[in-house]
């Protein structure tokens, strides 16, 4: 599967890094990724879901994927450490297109950053339980991850905090902050960014 692969889903996103809020890697004084994480490192959890998509004629309606990011640094200088979960519902066509939507090999969004990724730690199939209600996001990967985040506080309580043109997956992304409870195990790294920086919103990408 190649970059040239024809491709298009749309759904939902949401994340949950360890930086304070609100994360200066895409907010600041300073262009984006160029800024010092608030705890020096990045480590970030994203979680997709795909209402509807198709790959080459594969239709992904319905499927989930996650993905963890390390940085050392500052994002924007790279030695990225990257990883990738699948669902485990996925026949094996669906798994061979979600992996190259996720991982950037398909184009799109993600393959922007795959330049900034200098180990690949893994790609696992697992199951993936995402969950859409209301304002609120949650992803589990049992012994894995567990991770959920929540809008913002704001003057208007029925209505998020948006930004645009502030991030490479979404044309705008909703201020949030990640529940308690939002822990991240394996690889070696065990993460616990409850009450840290998060962002959701809906993904149209294709490629």
């Avoid at 994480?37 to 994203?46: I, K, S, Y």
């Avoid at 594969?58 to 499927?63: P, Q, W, Y």
Wanted: proline residues 7%.
């Amino acid at each position: 599967m190649t970059a040239s692969s024809g491709w298009q889903i749309e759904g939902d996103y949401f994340e949950n890094c360890n930086c304070d809020v609100v994360c200066p890697c895409l907010f600041s004084s300073a262009p984006p990724f160029t800024s010092q994480p608030t705890q020096g490192a990045c480590e970030v959890a994203f979680g997709f879901h795909i209402d509807r998509g198709h790959y080459q004629g594969v239709s992904l309606d319905g499927l989930n994927a996650a993905a963890i990011v390390r940085t050392p640094g500052p994002m924007g200088q790279g030695n990225w450490s990257f990883a990738a979960y699948l669902d485990e519902r996925a026949t094996d066509e669906q798994r061979a297109a979600l992996q190259a939507i996720f991982t950037g090999a398909a184009g799109g969004p993600i393959a922007l950053l795959t330049p900034l990724v200098s180990t690949i730690l893994g790609v696992k199939t697992a199951p993936i339980t995402y969950r859409r209600e209301g304002k609120r996001r949650s992803m589990e990967i049992p012994s894995v991850l567990s991770m959920g985040v929540q809008p913002a506080p704001s003057f208007d309580p029925d209505h998020e905090i948006w930004a645009e043109n502030a991030h490479p997956f979404a044309s705008k992304v909703a201020f949030a902050v990640g529940t308690s409870g939002s822990t991240f195990s394996d690889y070696g790294m065990t993460w616990d960014n409850s009450g840290k920086n998060g962002h959701y919103a809906p993904i149209s990408w294709s490629g």
